[in-house]
Each structure stands twice: as C-alpha cells, then as structure tokens.
C-alpha cells in the first residue's frame, strides 16, 4: 500500500461547482497534514494546512479523519483558476521531518 | 525578492556528462530539500539538509551528490547523466522546529527542467 494515495482523476467540473477530493494515508504515526497545489510546469505551493478540528479558507474546507486516516479537500464555487493538480502531503517526525507527497489529484473547472 | 531560487531552470545536456543544479533559498530556513519529479509527474523526495548535514538520504544513485556549503544554499550534482534522469529537479526549504507543524511546510523553487538525451 502507498504511503500517500489519492485518485489521479481528472476531475472536470463546471464553474461553480463544489468539487471534494480525498487522500489516505497508512502511516497513523502521522502529524501533519497539508494540500498543495501545482500547476502544469510550475512548483507546487501549499495551499493550506489541515488541523485535527477541520479548517477553512475562503472557498476551500480542509478536514482529517485520523480514525479512517484519511484527508479532503473541498472547494465551493469552483472558478476557472482553481484548475490544476491538488497534492495531498503527510508529514512525519521519526527522529527527522519527512513529508510524503501523493501523486496529485488533477482538477479541470470548465467555463 | 525570490524566496527560493534555483539554476538553470532549463539544462539540456548529453548522457555521460556531470552537471550541477545550485539552489539558494532567503526565507531564513535551517532545512533544505531535493524532490524529483518524473514524467508522471510523482514527486519524490531525494535528499534533506539541516544546518548543513545531510539528514535524508532516499535510494538515490551515488552519481547524485548534494552538497550545503551555507544553510541558505542547496547544490545538486550529478555524475554520468543517464537517460532516466530525466526529470524536473525542485529545491524546497523549511523550518524545522517540531512538533511545531510549521516546520513541515515547505516553500519549493521554480524547478529545473533537465532533459538527457
């Protein structure tokens, strides 16, 4: 089982949509939780973090699920911009910080 | 006012060549990474310095060699280039003050584009 896992999609959804992804995770020693995103040929930015109580930011609502290890992301009225491959990122502290990234889930919004 | 910078950002080269990616990052950060990221597009992690010392070190090939002059300065070399490198190289940096989450976050530079031919 990978560390990370996330579907690839593509996920194609109109604008204004509400879109969710989810990611798991098998370590249940992780302690932190993020969601990047990239887009095509640039680097990945954090977008945000995700706390045990759930978080949001303006459209975007984060969640964990530490029982069912497992993360989502969900995005409210989906614009144009928000086309791109959403990374799910676990962190773990094992003597050294490693974070592991999934493979990314790509979302396409259409007009 | 680049957070994190790298060069080249594009290097087209021949197999058997050495070559070198330099990375340098001013958002004060004590620990600086190397990611691959293949044509799937998997970013996988390959090397990790703090203050210098090398602290993550996945199954990468001993023709890559890091190397931390500064905590503020990252360089990636390679050996005997070969086809499956490859790739786009990204430089990443970050606190390390756990178990402050934070220290997980990590800024990434624009990438280099390296393609072996």
């Known amino acids: 089982r990978k560390e990370v896992e996330q579907d690839p999609g593509p996920f194609n959804v109109p604008e204004g949509a509400t879109v969710a992804f989810n990611c798991t995770y098998s370590?249940?020693?992780?302690?932190?939780f993020f969601w990047y995103r990239q887009d095509c040929r640039k680097e990945p930015k954090l977008l945000m973090s995700?706390?045990?109580s759930g978080n949001e930011d303006g459209r975007f609502t984060a969640q964990l699920n530490r029982a069912s290890q497992y993360i989502s992301l969900l995005i409210r009225d989906s614009k144009l911009s928000d086309s791109a491959t959403y990374l799910c990122?676990?962190?773990?502290?094992?003597?050294?910080?490693?974070?592991?990234f999934g493979t990314g889930t790509k979302l396409q919004v259409i007009p | 006012d680049t957070a994190v910078s790298q060069t080249p950002k594009y290097l087209v080269t021949q197999m058997g060549n050495d070559k070198s990616i330099k990375c340098e990052q001013n958002?004060?950060?004590?620990?600086m990474y190397w990611y691959k990221q293949d044509s799937k597009k998997f970013l996988k992690i390959m090397f990790s310095?703090?203050?210098?010392?090398?602290?993550i070190n996945e199954t990468v090939p001993n023709r890559f060699s890091p190397k931390s002059p500064d905590k503020a300065h990252l360089n990636l070399h390679i050996n005997s280039l070969e086809l499956g490198d490859s790739a786009v190289y990204f430089c990443?940096?970050?606190?390390?003050?756990?178990?402050?989450?934070?220290?997980?976050?990590?800024?990434f530079g624009p990438g280099t584009r390296l393609t072996v031919t």
């Open positions: 990443a940096s970050s606190h390390t003050h756990p178990p402050d989450r934070s220290s997980y976050e990590q800024y």
């Open positions: 370590n249940s020693a992780s302690q932190s």
């Open positions: 995700v706390y045990s």
């Open positions: 990122v676990v962190g773990y502290s094992g003597g050294y910080q490693k974070v592991t």
């Open positions: 958002l004060g950060h004590d620990t």
């Open positions: 310095y703090n203050n210098k010392e090398l602290i």
